[in-house]
């Protein structure tokens, strides 16, 4: 049995699956660790768990299945930072996206020259999310800290070095800190500058197919592998999930709604949006993925089953309500928001509550609110690249065939559902073929990635949350300065 792995740390798991070479998933192994949240708005993770539980999903992938897979590639959850000390462990947790901690500064950052110049060079806006903020905080708030760092890493860097004592960056994680130039593919002097810190405590960037050095040889003992497997660095875990849905040109766009969410499109060249309202990685030398995240996707819905559901909540009564909630709107910034509007201290909002409103009401009208999330960043991002034909869809939510019709209604797209859940697990493993030797050219991952069934929008439900989105925004707009 010849079979690759793609290992995706996540946001709350990291995931070991392995995939044939034809691309069919043949196992999953999956650990979960918890999140750390010292203070309202401060997420953080305790690095060594993250390590251990990858460790322990991929030995486990390789027991089960008997035999050592031709290779490993891992994709990775972006805007993590954690500092290193000089005998090469964390002096700090990892701070993950969803951290808020440095919102006074990337307001500062994002109202100035520098940061428009920083953004045009990077591609990642200026917000909290971005290691770039972060480092403008702790240089205020912990310069003790900054002082003994060594390093500035992310989890997929800590792995690595512990796996084989260097410290390597793969250029589509890079592209997400906002200290990395795209177009010159380098770190940016300005970025650094600002942040006050020296290329040399950054990790080297190396193209996302690069292998990497050798295994050391108790982790190769410790994993059950040879020390010489074929480990290629890969990629985030947002253009993978573009590549493992297939989506590989600007007439389809891809939509991963798992604990938070994405609408991402792949182009084959950097744009920047005056606005500095989209996103702009790298996947490849010459594939880029455009989109816009929300911090708000299933976890909003995970908050309200959790408090007001009892586990009582079914499709059924949901489907015995009409489109729009009977007139109740949900804003679904539960945890501030990323794109399309950038605003941290935004907050979830219930409107046009009735007495006609039933638990159903809310818990239909939280979805919606997820989804019409969903159509407002697409607005943005397609305004930037062009309209899309379709959007092929992934994530925990699309286990329900109702809420995937829901979100073609939204979105006024016909929506497809991909055959891998695990998208972008997937994608590390379609770059790992690719970086093997295995799969010539990318565009023909395309064929491995099968379609099981396509939902196509309802025209007069269409119109509704046309006009309930127009609504939302008004809402929002109205309410602005009242969230701070």
Request: aromatic fraction near 8%; include cysteine; glycine fraction near 8%.
């Amino acid at each position: 049995m010849q079979y690759l792995v793609g290992l995706d740390i996540g946001t709350t798991s990291t995931k070991a699956v392995a995939f044939g070479i034809d691309g069919r998933q043949l196992k999953v192994v999956n650990n979960n660790y918890p999140l750390i949240s010292p203070q309202e708005g401060w997420f953080e993770q305790d690095p060594g768990q993250i390590v251990r539980a990858s460790e322990t999903a991929l030995k486990t992938l390789i027991e089960q299945l008997g035999e050592k897979p031709l290779a490993v590639s891992i994709s990775s959850a972006m805007h993590g930072l954690m500092l290193i000390g000089k005998n090469g462990e964390p002096i700090t947790n990892l701070i993950i996206w969803a951290d808020n901690r440095s919102d006074k500064e990337a307001r500062q950052l994002k109202a100035s020259e520098e940061g428009a110049a920083i953004y045009f060079a990077s591609g990642t806006p200026i917000h909290p999310m971005s290691p770039l903020c972060k480092l403008l905080w702790l240089q205020k708030n912990r310069p003790d800290l900054m002082q003994r760092a060594e390093k500035f890493v992310s989890i997929k860097e800590y792995l690595i070095h512990k796996w084989t004592g260097e410290y390597l960056l793969d250029q589509s994680l890079a592209s997400a800190t906002g200290l990395y130039n795209n177009g010159q593919t380098k770190w940016n002097d300005l970025a650094l500058q600002v942040a006050g810190i020296k290329e040399a405590q950054l990790p080297v960037v190396v193209p996302t197919t690069t292998i990497l050095p050798k295994l050391k040889a108790d982790v190769a003992r410790q994993l059950g592998v040879n020390v010489d497997l074929p480990v290629v660095i890969g990629a985030s875990d947002g253009c993978l999930a573009n590549l493992g849905s297939g989506v590989l040109d600007a007439t389809t766009a891809s939509l991963t709604i798992g604990t938070s969410s994405a609408y991402r499109k792949t182009i084959d060249r950097f744009v920047i949006d005056d606005r500095q309202s989209v996103f702009n990685y790298i996947l490849t030398s010459d594939l880029y993925v455009v989109g816009g995240p929300s911090n708000n996707g299933g976890v909003v819905s995970q908050w309200f089953e959790r408090e007001f559901g009892n586990g009582e909540f079914d499709e059924q009564a949901l489907r015995a309500i009409k489109a729009g909630s009977d007139g109740l709107i949900f804003l679904p910034y539960l945890l501030g928001e990323r794109a399309p509007i950038w605003d941290p201290e935004s907050k979830g909002v219930f409107f046009g509550v009735q007495m006609n409103h039933t638990k159903n009401h809310f818990y239909k009208a939280v979805w919606e609110g997820v989804f019409q999330a969903a159509h407002h960043i697409a607005e943005t991002v397609d305004h930037v690249t062009g309209e899309v034909e379709n959007v092929v869809v992934s994530g925990g939510f699309a286990k329900s065939t109702y809420l995937i019709q829901m979100l073609s209604n939204v979105l006024q797209k016909p929506c497809r559902l991909c055959n891998s859940a695990e998208s972008s697990s997937f994608g590390a493993a379609i770059l790992g073929l690719h970086a093997i030797g295995e799969l010539k050219d990318l565009k023909d991952a395309s064929g491995l990635v099968h379609f099981e069934k396509e939902f196509l929008p309802d025209r007069a439900e269409a119109q509704v949350y046309r006009e309930g989105l127009e609504k939302s925004k008004r809402i929002y707009s109205k309410l602005k300065d009242e969230f701070s």
